[in-house]
């Protein structure tokens, strides 16, 4: 491990606040040391308050904020005095604790200081870091681990036998500092938690933190526990699409509403699902406590979501009358997964939580598999991680200021996805919280979207193998199909049947009929499987309903594709799976209607081109972003009683109405 401290990015922070922030990002930025929210750091500043009297305030990580892309209003300015004298006290409730952190605020519009607040104030040094070094936790995971830490730090370091965070923690920081702290000491390690180094300076303390870790990664090195042997080749094992549907459900259904199982494809999770020890190793305990609150205490190996689920509430029932007060108790559902044939799978309400979940389990693997090396993986007994679990202070770091939107934790799949329409119908459902896989025979729409819900698959549909690869990616990615937008189509140029070649007429059939039958019929068995029920939308055309001269392929093949919406949901409607289909008309802010053409095209008619695009009852624009909200509402609650509807959206035509 190396210091990245450039004297020169340095340089440009004007004040101590701004170096602070400087080195909590250099933290931040690996991924060894915290991840995703976790770790603190903070430094304590003399200021004048507004009547000019002198006070040392500690700027302390607020809760929410994150090491890596913290800036200086993150840091919640708390009245150190106080603080210290807090935790001179023998005990305080979490509730006093926080009241006490919140009105010794000295911004009215800070966060929410951090529940190390009070251990952070009594460590005598201006800054103070804390990490969860994946090296230092592997050693302090371990059966030996206390004498190990000691060996490597000798008097270095002060070591924290295992305390719950809060208050408790920071009491016994202060005794145990003030006891055996000496000149050589240069942090603290947490046993099963993570390491804190500090100085005055800001570059001191941030070197210190490399230093102890750097020790930790050669200790690993010179007892063989370093290197890890992953077998060269992924396993490519083919599995099938509806077993993981099956699998999603019935995690969604513990979970109680819809949720997302992310297949990693990790090599690294292949190789520990194959270790013979993998019960051993996996079902013990996550490497620093607050990962709980993300992973679970442990994962569910191979795919039995009900024996894990009953293990839960056991877990729940035992621990729970120890609690101070009463618990309700959270989803029994697994959040990472091991299985033989699918590897290391993740779940989350988004995609970005399932990679979260994922990234903590690639570290976790890497931490246990290391320990076993060095002789013993042993993390905290379960009683510790159901206090953590429970912890209202933990859980209040989950908790959402905003309700879930209505799409979270589903999956929709938008055909010709690149464009027009179906781009619109991307953006709709990824505003609706849905995970969104796109195709398109368009390789641009694999970068349509750069959010984490979206997957772009270029795909020709009229290729059966590439349709099944591009299901078989959809399922590994999210874990199912709830939605289904079959927008995809073609239109042929105008030819009277007299002149309508067969081979035109089956190149319009077999992209906007037949491809639509095959993927009807193999995203089917998904959507039976869908938490909330299966719905499509199928994008048909105003010419099904008025059809014009000259577009006799364009206008049966909508027809036929209609009909074909119908009898699925007579079929299907056992099932839950509603369809319905919209009638757009002269939608012209697509890539295929261009300057140029419109104006040819409303010359031909004698109109203006703003005629010719508002030529319907209402003389409104018809545009591609209206047409996409109604698909995205059709498959929402508003039409949940509603299947094999068709519906215009067209300005109103004179013709249809
Ligand atoms: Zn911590």
């Known amino acids: 491990m190396q210091s990245l401290w450039n004297e020169q990015e340095a340089g440009k922070c004007e004040n101590e606040l701004e170096l602070r922030v400087y ?6 930025g690996d991924p060894s040391l915290v991840l995703h929210g976790g770790g603190n750091t903070s430094v304590k500043i003399k200021e004048k308050n507004v009547v000019n009297q002198e006070e040392e305030i500690l700027y302390i990580k607020g809760s929410g904020w994150d090491l890596a892309t913290i800036k200086a209003e993150g840091f919640a300015p708390v009245r150190l005095q106080p603080m210290i004298q807090l935790a001179a006290l023998d005990a305080l409730t979490d509730p006093q604790m926080v009241n006490e952190l919140k009105t010794q605020l000295t911004r009215a519009n800070a966060p929410a200081p951090s529940v190390e607040t009070i251990l952070h104030a009594v460590l005598p040094f201006r800054y103070v870091d804390h990490t969860h070094a994946d090296a230092v936790v592997t050693i302090t995971n371990t059966t030996d681990g206390q004498k190990r830490i000691q060996d490597i730090y000798k008097d270095k370091v002060v070591v924290i036998p295992y305390v719950m965070p809060g208050f408790d923690l920071a009491r016994d920081v202060a005794r145990l500092f003030a006891e055996q702290a000496g000149p050589q000491t240069i942090g603290m390690i947490l046993m099963h938690h993570g390491v804190f180094s500090f100085a005055d300076s800001a570059q001191e303390s941030y070197e210190r933190m490399i230093q102890l870790v750097d020790m930790a990664e050669r200790y690993l090195a010179a007892h063989n526990a370093w290197e890890i042997e992953l077998t060269d080749e992924e396993k490519k094992i083919q599995v099938n699409r509806v077993e993981i549907a099956k699998l999603r459900k019935a995690i969604s259904v513990k979970v109680g509403r819809p949720m997302l199982v992310h297949r990693t494809q990790s090599v690294r999770g292949q190789c520990f699902v194959q270790r013979d020890d993998v019960e051993k190793i996996s079902q013990q305990g996550p490497v620093t406590p607050d990962h709980v609150i993300r992973t679970k205490a442990v994962p569910l190996l191979g795919r039995d979501v009900d024996s894990y689920a009953q293990q839960y509430c056991k877990y729940f029932n035992r ?28 779940v989350g309400e988004s995609a970005k939580q399932a990679a979260i979940v994922r990234d903590i389990y690639e570290h976790t693997m890497e931490c246990i598999v290391r320990a076993e090396q060095l002789g013993g993986w042993q993390t905290l007994p379960l009683e510790d991680l159901f206090n953590i679990e429970y912890w209202d202070l933990e859980q209040a770091k989950l908790a959402k200021t905003e309700a879930s939107p209505v799409f979270a934790g589903e999956v929709v799949l938008i055909t010709g996805a690149a464009s027009g329409i179906g781009k619109a119908s991307v953006d709709s459902f990824l505003r609706r919280g849905a995970a969104v896989v796109g195709l398109d025979i368009d390789e641009c729409i694999a970068t349509v979207s750069s959010e984490p819900g979206f997957l772009g698959i270029p795909c020709d549909l009229t290729d059966k193998e590439q349709v099944q690869t591009a299901l078989d990616q959809a399922v590994s990615c999210f874990g199912g199909l709830d939605m289904l937008v079959l927008n995809a189509g073609i239109f042929s140029a105008s ?14 059939m077999a992209i906007n009929l037949d491809a639509n039958l095959v993927l009807l019929r193999e995203c089917y068995p998904l959507l039976q499987h869908a938490p909330n029920k299966g719905r499509v939308v199928v994008i048909g055309s105003k010419n099904v309903p008025a059809p014009g001269p000259g577009a006799g392929a364009y ?26 289909a919209l009638h757009p008309n002269a939608v012209f802010d697509t890539g295929i209607w261009t300057d140029e053409i419109l104006k040819a095209r409303a010359e031909h008619y004698g109109l203006s081109v703003q005629q010719y695009k508002t030529n319907n009852v209402l003389g409104v624009e018809v545009r591609s972003n209206q047409v996409a909200e109604l698909a995205s509402e059709m498959c929402g609650t508003l039409f949940d009683a509603t299947t094999a509807a068709q519906v215009p959206i067209d300005g109103g035509n004179e013709r249809v109405v």
Not at 23 to 28: K, V
Not at 495 to 508: E, F, G, H, R, Y
Not at 555 to 570: D, E, F, G, N, W
Request: hydrophobic letters at 45%; one cysteine or more; a positive charge.
């Open 319 to 346: 621990y729970e009358p120890t609690a101070k007060e009463r618990k309700t108790m959270l989803d029994p559902a697994p959040r990472v997964i091991l299985d033989q044939e699918l590897g290391l799978c993740c």
């Open 23 to 28: 080195s909590s990002r250099l933290l931040g």
């Open 555 to 580: 206008s049966a093949s909508k027809a036929a594709l209609t009909q074909l919406m119908r009898i699925a949901a007579l079929e299907w409607g056992k099932d839950g799976i509603r369809i319905n």
């Open 495 to 508: 030819a009277a049947i007299a002149d309508l070649s067969l081979k035109t007429w089956q190149q319009v």
